[in-house]
């Protein structure tokens, strides 16, 4: 989180000027949100973004000249601790893989609600993947074929420190509670949290939670206070 507030820093990247608006007004006027920057080009924000030094950007993919993708991918390896939001109409499966290779967390359709949204871009920033239902659908159809990973494999990713992370997550405690519990920094957290989601295979917080509930009686057991 930016060093100076306990908001979420957001940048926005549309080159469509009342889109632009009304996401820069949704930011504006949203609890725990800070808006640091408006873009209405890849090259420009590209250029500027790393100065601006959000937590998250949310950026469309058909940009003039430079397009989100390309954006994206080069300000994720300058800035690999911001999540990127793509925001867009398309929901072909290749423009979906083309925009979580270069480096974005989340894919949502142009048509998404406010609230839906805003709880979207609090979730990439805890660490989650959030994505509009029918994307989701084309992600999960494309591992279908894949061999089903197992719940041991899963459990045997997870070290002794990430597990007691997951226990105090799955009892609601918050990451600068679990911070002060442990001894270790807010950005630590963060950290254990996104390599929690990434090797349980899940997106949010719930559903990390759901995971933990059903492997706990077989191998995890819940640190005590």
Same mark, same amino acid.
């Given at each position: 989180?930016?060093?100076?507030?306990?908001?979420?820093?957001?940048?926005?990247?549309?080159?469509?000027?009342?889109?632009?608006?009304?996401?820069?007004?949704?930011?504006?006027?949203?609890?725990?949100?800070?808006?640091?920057?408006?873009?209405?080009?890849?090259?420009?924000?590209?250029?500027?973004?790393?100065?601006?030094?959000?937590?998250?950007?949310?950026?469309?993919?058909?940009?003039?000249?430079?397009?989100?993708?390309? /954006?994206?991918?080069?300000?994720?390896?300058?800035?690999?601790?911001?999540?990127?939001?793509?925001?867009?109409?398309?929901?072909?499966?290749?423009?979906?893989?083309?925009?979580?290779?270069?480096?974005?967390?989340?894919?949502?359709?142009?048509?998404? =609600?406010?609230?839906?949204?805003?709880?979207?871009?609090?979730?990439?920033?805890?660490g989650g993947s959030p994505m509009?239902?029918?994307?989701?659908r084309k992600v999960v159809q /494309?591992?279908?074929?894949? =061999? =089903?990973?197992?719940?041991?494999?899963?459990?045997?990713?997870?070290?002794?420190?990430?597990?007691?992370?997951?226990?105090?997550?799955?009892?609601?405690?918050? /990451?600068?509670?679990?911070?002060?519990?442990?001894?270790?920094?807010?950005?630590?957290?963060?950290?254990?949290?996104?390599?929690?989601?990434e090797k349980l295979h899940v997106?949010?917080?719930?559903?990390?939670?759901?995971?933990?509930?059903?492997?706990? =009686?077989?191998?995890?057991?819940?640190?005590?206070?």
């Amino acid at each position: 989180m930016s060093a100076l507030s306990d908001d979420i820093a957001v940048s926005i990247i549309e080159d469509d000027l009342s889109l632009r608006a009304i996401y820069a007004d949704w930011i504006e006027r949203a609890e725990g949100f800070k808006l640091v920057s408006l873009y209405d080009d890849g090259q420009n924000a590209f250029e500027g973004i790393p100065a601006d030094k959000p937590d998250v950007v949310l950026s469309d993919i058909n940009l003039p000249g430079m397009n989100g993708v390309e /954006c994206v991918r080069g300000l994720k390896q300058q800035l690999p601790k911001v999540q990127f939001v793509m925001i867009t109409v398309y929901e072909d499966s290749n423009r979906i893989f083309k925009a979580l290779e270069a480096g974005a967390t989340g894919y949502l359709l142009k048509q998404t =609600p406010r609230e839906q949204l805003l709880e979207s871009l609090r979730e990439v920033f805890e660490g989650g993947s959030p994505m509009s239902s029918g994307i989701a659908r084309k992600v999960v159809q /494309c591992f279908r074929k894949s =061999p =089903p990973i197992t719940e041991e494999n899963e459990l045997s990713q997870l070290s002794k420190r990430e597990e007691e992370v997951l226990g105090l997550l799955s009892q609601g405690y918050l /990451c600068k509670e679990i911070s002060e519990q442990l001894g270790i920094s807010n950005h630590t957290v963060d950290t254990y949290r996104r390599r929690i989601y990434e090797k349980l295979h899940v997106h949010s917080r719930a559903q990390a939670t759901a995971r933990y509930n059903e492997l706990k =009686p077989a191998s995890l057991k819940a640190p005590k206070d």
